[in-house]
């Protein structure tokens, strides 16, 4: 009789021990995240990279620098078909060394230059081995018809301190200047080049 009467017990301490191992497993698995996420974070993802250069048919006006967006332009009309080839072609290097990337975007034809081989990190001077691919790109642009528009970019790291430039947003800018500086040697019609 009493182990019928000790039944109902034992299944109540039964089930105490699962529900106290599973909150503890529970527990564990939420400390884990934790952890992970504290020291391996995992990258917000960002919408498509703003490209380093633009390009686009005659007919769109000549872009000056803006605080707008790159995706909040709207160009003229899509670039001709032998464009994109044409860039291809003659940034061929450059494109299997993975130093740019030639690609549509939008409306547009965007040149992507790497930081990695044009910028010392929290840097904004060219480094020297990116200006004879630098003034490719801008004989390249020179030869296709269009308004370009140099947009900079920097990784998710922020300046150090002491750096010249307060922010990301401060060297983006900088970045752009200086790729825009070096493709305007290149271009006759200055007018065609903006940066932001």
Known sequence: MSETADAPRKIVRIA??????????????????????????VPVPHSVPPPAALLHPAEAPALASQSAPVRSLAPASAPRPDQ???IRAGLAAEIASGMVTVDRFGGWIAIRIAN?????PGRAELLPGFIASGRRIAALVEQQP??????GHTDDRAPARGSAYKDNQALS????????????????????????
């Not at 497993?25 to 995240?33: G, I, P, Q, S």
């Not at 990695?116 to 010392?120: K, M, R």
């Not at 200086?178 to 065609?192: M, Y």
């Open 146 to 151: 269009g308004a370009v528009r140099v947009v």
């Open 84 to 86: 994109l080839p044409r």
């Open 16 to 41: 105490g021990y699962g529900a106290a191992l599973t909150a503890g497993v529970m527990l564990v698995a939420a400390l884990t995240l934790w952890l992970l996420d504290l020291f391996f974070p």
């Open 116 to 120: 990695a081989g044009s910028f010392e």
């Open 173 to 196: 800018a900088a970045r752009a200047a200086a790729v825009a500086e070096l493709l305007r040697t290149g271009l006759s019609d200055k007018g065609r080049l903006g940066a932001e």
